[in-house]
């Protein structure tokens, strides 16, 4: 007979569910830690993909490739997306080869000290979803560990104008450290789990011990009125213990609550992150464009959830950019025909970029629609008047503002006097008239929002080099009539 309390049934019956509870708590961080991590590989690979042309491919494997001007532009892309973060272990193209289930390096950049050759084979069968990759955006389901270490692979297809796949975009990732917080969660919560255990015992030994004396006291007064004797009052004072289980319970969970907040606050900025990085003449302009957004979605009374969306898609809203070419972004003059056409795919690419996310589908129909116009004039749809989401028209006006005071590689920021001489200039036309009515209103409040920033956003130009940027109030005849077309060139930014 197993020893007190462990022939005791309600101690059994904890102990399981005790165990039951550590093993689903257990996988469900780790599923939800590895999920997290699958989506931002499938987001990061499908962006690393768009930045890749066809055309740099060649049509089929021949000898020599490796050695021309184009199999060294290609390697050289593919380095670029390897400095976009420095936990990338390898970047990599493969092409379908010709046994089922066998792929063919085309490229090969690696932070290691070995990388694939041209034409080296692939046995696909340890990564099954490589597969996947050259249909859609796709992960690793789990972290593998091996002799390089613990990793975790994201993939992406490579298509052609025609919507054929050529190619599949690999990105190698170095998960040791989400490899070594998640033992040290599993730690955190069997640390946790034994406690509870303990203090379940305690408490069993507790109950039971007290529910016999209890008992024993019921029953000497018993005795005692048989034998006549004066009765007493048997549980005066006596009181229970059995809320400190439900309060450790409730620190554990919001605990794992709060880490996984602060993965995904990670995740956002990482992305904005990257494409500061690439467009270096608009760094802190999401933060900028957030900030007056936020404001506006306050004061015109928009309800929090949708304020959370709205200021998602705001710190969001460019990226894109991540799809446009480096030398496009940064251009010293104006845009051609095809590169304009280029730099208009931005809003589509992000709405592509964030649309895999279920539960980020509002946020991403506000990027795909923020360089729509008022009077149905924008793109990358003929959307109109309120048929276009308030977060994006709250946005157009942020967004062209921030970009109107900020310097560029082409020209100097405008003062804000000009700038909101253009916002109501493009009132009814360009923007919602209620935004810009709200902006006017706002204006001085705004300003102090933006110079709260620590020089992150351009407020138009500085007075000199050395101190912090000022709004400057031009004289009443240097107006925004005297910059044509400063409005067509916000509907890139």
Known sequence: MLPFPFNNRLFQGFLVLIV???????????????????????????????????????????????????YATLQQKLRKVLTLNEQLVSVYLLRKGEQAGQYVFIADVSRLNESARYGESYDASIAPEMANGFIRPSADKDIITDKWGATISGYAPIKADDGRTVAMLGLDYNAKGVSDALNRYSMMIALYMI??????????????????????RVTDELDNMMN?????????????????????????????????????????????????????????????VASITEFISLKMGVMEDERFDINFAAILHDIGKIGVLDNI?????KLTDEEWRQVKQHPVNGWKIISGIHSLDRVAEIIKYHHCRWDGHGYPEPLRGSDIPLGA???????????????????????????????????????????????EKHQSDILKILETLDNEVEL???????????????????????LPGVMQENNAN
């Open 20 to 70: 039951f509870i550590t093993v689903v708590l257990n996988q469900c961080v780790r599923l939800s830690h590895t999920e997290y991590l699958r989506d931002d590989l499938m987001r990061l690979s499908a962006a690393a993909a768009l930045y890749v042309d066809d055309d740099d491919l060649p049509n089929e494997l021949r000898p020599g490739f490796e050695k021309t001007a184009q």
């Open 195 to 216: 406690l509870i255990l303990a203090v379940m015992m305690f408490f069993i030994i507790t109950v039971s011990s007290r529910f016999t004396r209890r008992l024993q």
């Open 228 to 288: 006549g004797k004066k009765p007493h009052a048997i549980f005066d004072g006596e009181h229970d213990r059995l809320s400190e289980l439900a309060t450790r319970v409730t620190k554990l969970a919001e605990r794992i609550s709060t880490e996984r907040m602060e993965m995904i606050l990670a995740a956002v900025t990482s992305l904005v992150s990257a494409l500061e990085v690439k467009d270096h003449y608009t760094y802190g302009h999401s933060t900028a």
């Open 329 to 333: 972004l940064n251009k010293h003059g």
């Open 393 to 439: 028209r709250i946005i157009a006006v942020a967004d062209a503002y921030q970009a109107m005071v900020s310097d560029r590689p082409y020209r100097k920021g405008m003062t804000h006097y000009q700038a909101m001489k253009e916002i109501v200039r493009g009132s009814a036309s360009q923007f919602d008239p209620i935004v810009v009515r709200i902006f």
């Open 460 to 482: 138009g130009r500085p007075e000199n080099a050395q101190t912090k940027r000022q709004p400057q109030v031009p004289a009443e005849d240097d107006t925004a009539e005297e």
